[in-house]
């Protein structure tokens, strides 16, 4: 069994900063292409940040600048560094990510179960 942990929510003032953490845990040999979602009440869950096995990355407009996914694939896990943080920015996060679980086995793919941002003063 494959699980995603999301760590590092809270409440933080408008300008403030959050580092979110996605770890992979259970039966895990190494993890794959992760994403970071958002869902913000009354709205669909959208595509914050992806990051390649290779590390190369790529945001949505609206966080440009301001969010840094990044992975360190010895623990299996990648974190969302967000500086800057705005009202609208409130919403769950949501870890999306591949596993390995075997080496050469078939990557599958995983939800964590969500952290809540609230970036209010």
């Known amino acids: 069994q494959v699980y995603l942990v999301e760590s590092g929510g809270g409440l933080v003032q408008p300008g403030g900063s959050l580092r979110l953490s996605c770890a992979a845990t259970?039966?895990?040999?190494?993890?794959?292409?992760m994403r970071w979602y958002r869902q913000a009440p009354g709205k669909e869950r959208e595509l914050v940040a992806t990051?390649?096995?290779?590390?190369?990355?790529t945001y949505t407009d609206s966080v440009k600048g301001r969010f840094t996914i990044s992975r360190d694939n010895a623990k299996n896990t990648v974190y969302l560094q967000m500086s800057n943080l705005k009202a609208e920015d409130t919403a769950v996060y949501y870890c999306?990510?591949?596993?390995?679980?075997?080496?050469?086995?078939?990557?599958?793919?995983?939800w964590g179960q969500g952290t809540q941002v609230t970036v209010s003063s």
């Open positions: 999306n990510g591949g596993v390995r679980a075997v080496k050469g086995g078939n990557v599958w793919y995983y």
């Open positions: 990051i390649s096995t290779e590390s190369s990355t």
């Open positions: 259970g039966s895990v040999f190494s993890i794959d292409i």
